[in-house]
């Protein structure tokens, strides 16, 4: 069964910190790959993607990701982490013709500044 | 701003009672998702639709549940005679069919089942 495994339920890191949260997938085929993010009391907001090409992706915010096709993974980065990025991320896959998503179960990331 | 909208924001019903969920989607987006989000979890798909037809239902989605995109614009989620374990974030999603389809979501409804 196709599934997003997110390593990290909860990370905690001052304010200029490296942040690395991992992703790992499940999936038999072409993928397309997704972070969302969703601050406080907002909605899910796409961050990245990834759909072919530079396996290197860089999103809004100074976040980028890494897809690497034989780890099955696709890990999202920011050398420095500011306090506003204390919010709850999702990696997310589908493929195919498969339209829907399937999501990892979050990784609440909290900065303190 | 012209993203996804959702109505209610918030419900909260008695068990048994029907309700009613409405997802306005961008305007030139041909596809809508509905999802369910319950804590500590991350969305999980119900259903979705390309214009007008029903496309995809999970088997998360029992009998009670049913969706609608009459004119391929809105969509409508009602679930009937509501349980306590139908409590949760009910996620709208809409997108352009395409090589590179991203799904743009919707605030939510959260409902509450007493």
């Known amino acids: 069964a196709q599934s997003v495994s997110q390593h990290n339920h909860h990370v905690i890191l001052s304010e200029a910190a490296s942040l690395e949260l991992g992703c790992n997938y499940s999936y038999g085929g072409t993928v397309n790959l997704f972070w969302y993010v969703q601050y406080p009391g907002q909605h899910l907001q796409l961050l990245l993607k990834y759909f072919s090409g530079d396996p290197l992706v860089k999103g809004i915010k100074g976040f980028e990701a890494e897809f690497i096709k034989s780890k099955f993974s696709f890990n999202l980065r920011k050398p420095s982490v500011q306090w506003s990025d204390t919010a709850e991320y999702f990696c997310?896959?589908?493929?195919?013709?498969?339209?829907?998503?399937?999501f990892g179960k979050g990784t609440k990331l909290s900065v303190k500044p | 701003d012209t993203g996804v909208s959702q109505d209610p924001r918030h419900k909260i019903t008695k068990r048994g009672q029907n309700v009613t969920f409405r997802c306005d989607p961008i305007?030139?987006?041909?596809?809508l998702y509905w999802y369910r989000q319950t804590l500590g979890q991350g969305p999980e798909f119900l259903t979705y639709?390309?214009?007008?037809?029903?496309?995809?239902k999970s088997r998360l989605l029992s009998d009670r549940f049913s969706a609608e995109r009459p004119k391929g614009s809105f969509s409508t989620l009602e679930i009937q005679r509501t349980e306590q374990g139908d409590s949760a974030m009910y996620l709208c999603?809409?997108?352009?069919?395409?090589?590179?389809?991203?799904?743009?979501f919707g605030p939510g409804t959260r409902l509450l089942v007493l």
């Open positions: 999603a809409s997108s352009f069919m395409g090589a590179q389809e991203t799904q743009y």
């Open positions: 639709f390309q214009n007008e037809a029903q496309l995809e």
């Open positions: 305007s030139e987006h041909n596809r």
């Open positions: 997310a896959v589908n493929g195919g013709s498969q339209g829907n998503l399937i």
